[in-house]
């Protein structure tokens, strides 16, 4: 049985960091690539970052250069999200996906974590 499973969410205050961890087991995913996405109430899944099978490309959304950094284990079969100076803006569900369909921007991914919520107050 596939499963992802994210950690690491929490509640923190402005300008604070996270790192969140999503570890992935029943499968290995190593040659696929992997990504994270946010989501908050009443607004569609929004890509975050995402990185090639063997760590040597990542891709951001344009608002988070330079905030977040993506990055992963193959040996462990984890992706983590570094997340510094942290805005009430990046509120929200984070999940990770492994396995794009289609364009790695697009929510449309093979595997889903069950999301870990992170809340950033001002």
């Known amino acids: 049985q596939v499963q992802l499973v994210e950690s690491g969410g929490g509640l923190v205050q402005a300008g604070d960091s996270l790192r969140l961890s999503c570890a992935a087991s029943g499968h290995t995913f190593s040659s696929y690539p992997m990504a994270w996405f946010r989501q908050v109430p009443g607004r569609e899944r929004e890509f975050v970052a995402a990185?090639?099978?063997?760590?040597?490309?990542?891709y951001y959304a344009d608002s988070l250069k330079g905030r977040f950094t993506i990055s992963r284990d193959n040996v462990k079969n984890t992706v983590y999200l570094q997340m510094n100076i942290l805005k009430p803006e990046d509120t929200g569900i984070y999940y990770c996906?492994?396995?794009?369909?289609?364009?790695?921007?697009?929510?449309?991914?093979?595997?889903w974590g069950q999301g870990t919520q992170v809340t950033v107050s001002s």
């Open positions: 996906a492994v396995r794009p369909l289609r364009d790695y921007r697009d929510p449309e991914y093979t595997y």
């Open positions: 990185i090639t099978w063997n760590g040597a490309t990542t």
